[in-house]
């Protein structure tokens, strides 16, 4: 069974401070990917996601993810906060063949002015 | 492009009403749909997945006779939310194509 982990509920950093919102992942094959952000009352905005190819994915909004296939990870990360990137931050797992998503419990990033 | 929409956007009604939720894939087809729902502070879990001319495949401890799905186009899927109590009160997601819709926020009174 497929499964997505986000450790941290919540995580808090300085503006201007790097950030990483941690995710790792449990599949059977190849995985794809996502991290999706969640603005209060809307829906799912896309920031990238990991197929094959380079680990390291850069996305949206200068967002990028590495992807570590021995630690089973895809964490997102940020090299200068934004108080305007504080928002929820969902990874997802999706296999091959499919558009059925698992996400993680989510992680609300907060960056404090 | 290619967009999935949802509509309403919100919806608000009285206990033991029953309420429909729209689906729609613009500009693609889809003839698989799937529908989450995510509690307050919570993560987004899948309800079901939608399939165009069949039967919907409910997740494990998701009542099919409480949340009727109906996807009788490739471009369409309803959600109905049936003899609504506060509990369904819920923010409602559809999916298609990898797309995500923008959801429905239902308030049940």
């Known amino acids: 069974a497929q499964s997505v982990a986000q450790p941290e509920d919540q995580v808090n950093v300085a503006e201007g401070n790097p950030l990483t919102v941690k995710c790792t992942y449990s599949?059977?094959?190849?995985?794809?990917l996502f991290w999706y952000v969640q603005y209060p009352n809307r829906g799912l905005q896309f920031l990238l996601k990991?197929?094959?190819?380079?680990?390291l994915v850069k996305g949206s909004y200068g967002f990028e993810a590495e992807f570590n296939k021995s630690q089973t990870s895809f964490h997102l990360k940020k090299p200068s906060a934004l108080v305007s990137d504080s928002a929820l931050y969902f990874c997802?797992?999706?296999?091959?063949?499919?558009?059925?998503?698992?996400f993680g419990t989510g992680t609300r990033l907060k960056v404090l002015a | 492009g290619a967009v999935v929409s949802q509509h309403p956007s919100w919806v608000i009604c009285k206990s033991g009403t029953s309420v429909k939720i729209e689906c729609r894939s613009l500009?693609?087809?889809?003839?698989?749909m799937f529908w989450y729902r995510q509690f307050p502070k919570q993560s987004l879990m899948l309800m079901a997945t939608?399939?165009?001319?069949?039967?919907?495949?409910?997740e494990q401890g998701v009542e099919k006779d409480k949340f009727l799905i109906n996807h009788a186009s490739l471009t369409l899927s309803t959600l109905t939310v049936t003899s609504a109590h506060p509990e369904d009160s819920s923010f409602y997601i559809c999916?298609?194509?990898?797309?995500f819709g923008p959801g429905t926020r239902l308030t049940v009174l």
């Open positions: 500009d693609f087809q889809a003839t698989t």
């Open positions: 990991y197929i094959t190819g380079d680990n």
């Open positions: 997802a797992v999706r296999s091959w063949g499919t558009y059925k998503y698992i």
């Open positions: 939608s399939n165009e001319g069949s039967k919907a495949t409910y």
């Open positions: 999916s298609a194509g990898g797309l």
């Open positions: 599949v059977s094959g190849n995985p794809y």
